[in-house]
């Protein structure tokens, strides 16, 4: 009872949310050193004018994959590590409304960005050589450019079928993350009691499930006109590529806030936990992030404002992309609120929470900056848009992140991760990221263009440039030293209590790492902050250390894996114009979810 | 089937699968919004026939229509039989669901079959794009459907579905209505509004 079950096969079925968070974790930890490998191989390009690192066939399949493997296959699944990790542990269950579905959605995410990634290897397939093949239209992938005519390649058939991989993933984890939120919640846990991460996650929860099916059918449109002759972008067939913009950031603004939400939820759980104050403004901060749940629907056509979609559309989308910076800017306040006063104690996790707001601060003023359609004119597509993009995707989630992986490290663990080393990785990333993005700003407003695999040195940009590069390698210098801390914090760190840092949510009642069951008796709670002393309550009692009787666990399943599998095989089907391969993935898919169905497993 | 979960108490008072499927139909209104969006916009743009009014076959596909809307009355009938536990009628109401169902889509492969003989394909104009695209997305969902009523259906054959999975009945229906419901919003802007 008491022993987790060892081994690779313990591991292949697992359903245990712990684990599956794990194994998110670990995997996109993955896909983010690739992606910034990647990083560098496009700044070491654009180090010097006129650079000669790459080819521009290699450079497009560079910033491609960079931002693909960044937003699909980095961020949403490490934002989904602590999904699975800690949102059980915060509202008091034993496990997900769904644990096989849950590790369903890893399998597909996994399969998916693996999928993705074979591009760089498999030209030979194709009569191409390796870094061939590899997608390179973009990562949002704009149509017409997309369409057979202009790349012939299967290099945009690898993105938009990978793409639709994913989206199955991120929508199956969707439904059980809502239903267990909503549903699984120990007695007491009231809605306005919820962890702020949790409420984040919730409100991601519904911009995932309802975002990812219009990106699903803009490239179904794509996959038809690809595969099948049709004419979704085509213009002379009276289309407009236009159409998949608006499907595209219909979903892709939203998106942003799948992004950002998360990490704004870490840090409202970070700041009070090290200023030892409650939340400031608890309600107003969890009022504003559904507010930005329902205007991330609002906003799409800033991101095409350069289209020309005319007066009344530039200024309404003008508007409402000024107003969604009010919900955000309450937020900052209330951060900094809370830290006013507080008895703060400056730990690794708390430097990253901080950096955090002052990061996401610049990003937002850029992002602001975009919202005036004739200034956006002249900012559309150069590096004044990545400088944005980097200030609110780095600076604000990926610092979240890493304020959160700091915070969780000893419950997801068990050892605490080496604060020296945390703060050399935080101050270097932190160096790095201004040295890498901030000069952007200024090369993007002198008028380089964006996805250029060259530049001139008479553009008066080259000592930006070289800065900015310089700034990348200094963020995976500390990457480098997070990589070394993780490492030497395997046999070196110190072990963590049930609470080494006085938190206030359920989490931190039960041992790190959590036993199987998480909690040996489910907790009853009477408060927003129940493992705190506030006026009108004094904490409640951890859970026994031991089970007072036997907890039923579930056992592993086998066909969550094999049903995912069938999704990638079923896309080598058109990849390969082998029609009999989308049977063996249909059959492969089918034959997981009956067995599935009707196998014995108990919840 | 997961028939522990109905068990448990939830924090909503709602069945943990019948409140997946919710959020799951909220997901799928997005879909078809955005493939009947589609259709919306690109109505009229196509710049060679066949044109929708040449084509469409109004009273065939009231029948279809018609077909489908049984069905779902003969799904209500299906899950009200096997709350009473009366598994005989269940079992005649299941699979009338799923043959209504297969009826429909009989209906459609043979307008398929007939437009494409009368020259209209996905890759004749946007009108055979959004059409085969809208129609078919709806169709490999009823196919689902029917897929799941045999399912259950031979399950109930089995003796293995009774009054206790009323709730896996109850889903399956909440399923069928919506697909059901889609259709009318397609025939109504697809055939009617031309």
Sequence with gaps: MSDAPKGLKSWLTTTDHKRIGLLYFWTALSFFLIGGLEALLIRAQLAQPDGHVVSAETYNQLFTMHGTTMVFLALMPLSASFFNYIVPLQIGARDVAFPRLNAFSYWVFLLGGLFLNASWLVGPLFHAGMLNVAPDGGWFGYANLTERQYSPGPNIDFWLLGLQILGISSLAAGFNFIVTILNLRAPG???????????????????????????????????FDRFFGAHFYVHEAGATPILWQHLFWLFGHPEVYILILPAMGIVSDVLPTFAR???????VVVYSGILIGFMGWGVWSHHMFSVGLGPIADSVFAATTMLIAVPTGVKIFNWIATLWGGAIRGTTALHFAVGFIAMFIIGGLSGVTHASPPADLQQ???YYVVAHIHYVLFGGTILGLFAGIYYWWPKMTGRLLSEPLGKWHFWLQFLGMNLAFFPMHFIGLLGMPRRIYTYSADLGVSDLNLVSTVGAFLIAVAMLVFLYNIWRTRRHGQPASNDPWGGASLEWSIPSPPPVYNFSVIPTVTSRLPRWTTEHHGPMNDPPAVPPGPIHVPGGSWWPLVAAFGLP?????????????????????LVGIYRWAFEPFEV | MTHAATAHRTSMGLDNRKMAFWAFIGSECLLFGSLIS?????????VVGPYPHEILNIPFTSVSTFDLLMSSLMMVLALAAVQRGDMKWGKIWLFSTALLGLVFLGGQVIEFT???????????????????????THGAHVAVGVLWLLTLWVRALQGKLGPANAMTVEITGLYWHFVDVVWIIIFTVVYLIQ
């Design chain 2, 38 to 46: 589609t259709y919306l916009v690109y109505k009229g743009r196509s």
């Design chain 1, 569 to 589: 095989v079923m896309a080598l089907a058109p990849l390969t114009h082998t029609l009999w391969v989308v049977f063996v993935g249909a059959a492969l898919l």
């Design chain 1, 380 to 382: 559309t597509d150069t």
């Design chain 1, 277 to 283: 104050k409650p939340l400031f403004g608890y309600t």
């Design chain 1, 189 to 223: 846990m009231k809605l306005m009691r919820l962890p702020t991460f949790t409420w984040m996650t919730l409100v991601t929860q519904f911009l995932i499930i309802t975002a990812f099916p219009v990106i699903t059918v803009g490239l179904v449109f794509l996959m």
């Design chain 2, 114 to 136: 007939e437009f494409v003989h009368k020259g209209l394909t996905m890759s004749t104009n946007l009108f055979g794009c959004t059409f085969f695209v809208l129609t078919g």
